[in-house]
């Protein structure tokens, strides 16, 4: 039973590039989240999604940045127009929900993203 | 706005030991509080979770408490070892609410 997983596992962009980030949820698990996390930091949430649905994009950048998780394959995160700045490491999660079952987000190993 | 702090950024213990880990919320008493182990490199790793109707929870050697009195959450590593070395992190979440968010995290070294 994989757990969750991302690709790829480290991406170098130019500035002005496109920077797109894939997470594939752990089976039966329908509740997808995006955290960023930089150097000496916490993980700061993104966006929180189930399929077809963004439930929560309150910690995302209004410009540049967009997430999706479709009925059919993984949660994408897109980067527009990267710049240094959004040089990070970004980490996606799932989890089945709210309730007796719920037993915390299962994570991924992250991408790392460098925009050079 | 809703705050959640963990006291230390930095823990050194003697292995052996308990190591205790705090963490503050403000402003509102979250459903539920969730601690997770990160390592270098590595997305976190989901150890425990405690309801805000529950006073402890133990797991093995790790133990975790609730005090919505004082808004804290503790979090005990007994018999540590070099192993358990890492950054450990807090996070709350809300009724209804399924995100969490995450305080900076307590980087734990046990030393030999």
């Known amino acids: 039973n994989a757990g969750v997983m991302q690709n790829p596992r480290h991406l170098v962009r130019r500035r002005g590039q496109e920077a797109r980030l894939r997470c594939s949820p752990m089976k039966g698990h329908s509740h997808v989240y995006w955290y960023r996390q930089l150097p000496e930091e916490g993980l700061k949430f993104m966006v929180y999604?189930?399929?077809?649905?963004?439930?929560?994009e309150s910690g995302m950048p209004k410009e540049r940045f967009s997430a999706e998780f479709p009925k059919e394959g993984p949660s994408i995160l897109r980067i527009q127009q990267v710049v240094r700045g959004d040089s990070a490491a970004y980490f996606c999660?799932?989890?089945?929900?709210?309730?007796?079952?719920?037993?915390?987000?299962?994570f991924g190993s992250g991408t790392r993203l460098t925009v050079v | 706005s809703q705050k959640i702090e963990q006291n230390s950024e930095a823990l050194n213990i003697q292995e052996g030991k308990t190591a205790t880990l705090t963490c503050n919320y403000t402003?509102?008493?979250?459903?539920?509080l969730q601690w997770y182990r990160q390592d270098p490199g590595r997305g976190p790793v989901f150890l425990l979770l405690i309801r805000e109707n529950e006073k402890e929870k133990r797991k093995e050697r790790l133990k975790v408490t609730f005090d919505t009195t004082l808004k804290q959450s503790l979090f005990h590593i007994t018999a540590s070892q070099p192993a358990d070395s890492a950054t450990y992190l807090c996070a709350r979440s809300g009724t209804g609410a399924n995100n969490l968010f995450f305080g900076t995290g307590t980087r734990l070294t046990v030393i030999p």
């Open positions: 402003n509102y008493s979250p459903a539920y």
């Open positions: 999660a799932s989890s089945t929900g709210p309730g007796q079952e719920y037993s915390g987000y299962t």
């Open positions: 999604l189930q399929k077809e649905n963004i439930i929560d």
